[in-house]
């Protein structure tokens, strides 16, 4: 089976300095893993996805993760948080492509907290 | 991005009652759809994966005639809640090919 862990459920950084979210996997096969963000009360927006090509992974609002096999990571960073990145980002994984019937395994969460 | 989305996105009901949530794909057709259930600040739990022409699969301890599914055609899965109690009261999410819909707050009194 296979199964993200997410480093961290509250992670704090002031406005402009660097966003480090951690996520390591777990998986018998080669996974597909993916970023989502998600505000109060609304569904998950995805910001990128690893699909076995290029290691390092560019997505909206200027985030993007590097696959790692031999640490088996896949870390969400942005350069230089907005206040607006304040929210819950959720690591998922899943053995083959989701449009082929195969579902997300979800990490529990990592809430961002921005400050001025 | 592909856009999914869900009806309606607020519901409050009386225990007993059976409630309705809709997803639908916008710009694609999907023949999996997925359902999952939120808990306030907690992560997405799978609930069924929604196949279009055929049963839904269920995640192991979902009741299955207690939320049904129906995936109808390549754009629309239906999930209902039939006799819904307080318990039940959660953010429910779909989901199609990587994308999410908005979500349902479902409330049950």
């Known amino acids: 089976a296979q199964s993200v862990t997410q480093l961290g459920s509250h992670v704090s950084v002031s406005e402009g300095a660097l966003v480090l979210l951690r996520c390591n996997y777990s998986s018998s096969v080669p996974p597909y893993l993916f970023w989502y963000v998600q505000y109060p009360n609304q569904g998950l927006q995805l910001l990128l996805k690893?699909?076995?090509?290029?290691?390092l992974v560019k997505g909206i609002n200027g985030f993007e993760a590097e696959f790692k096999k031999s640490e088996t990571s896949f870390h969400l960073t942005k350069p230089s948080a907005h206040m607006s990145d304040a929210a819950e980002y959720f690591c998922a994984v899943s053995v083959g492509e989701v449009d082929s019937g195969y579902a997300l395994n979800f990490g529990k969460g990592t809430s961002l907290l921005v400050t001025p | 991005g592909a856009v999914v989305s869900q009806h309606p996105s607020r519901v409050i009901c009386k225990s007993g009652t059976s409630v309705k949530i809709e997803c639908r794909s916008l710009?694609?057709?999907?023949?999996?759809m997925f359902w999952y259930r939120q808990f306030p600040k907690q992560s997405l739990m799978l609930m069924a994966t929604?196949?279009?022409?055929?049963?839904?699969?269920?995640e192991q301890g979902v009741e299955k005639d207690k939320f049904l599914i129906n995936h109808a055609s390549l754009t629309l899965s239906t999930l209902t809640v039939t006799s819904a109690h307080p318990e039940d009261s959660s953010f429910y999410i779909c989901s199609a090919n990587a994308y999410f819909g908005p979500g349902t707050r479902l409330t049950v009194l």
């Open positions: 690893y699909t076995s090509a290029a290691t």
């Open positions: 929604s196949n279009e022409g055929s049963k839904a699969t269920y």
């Open positions: 710009d694609f057709q999907a023949t999996t």
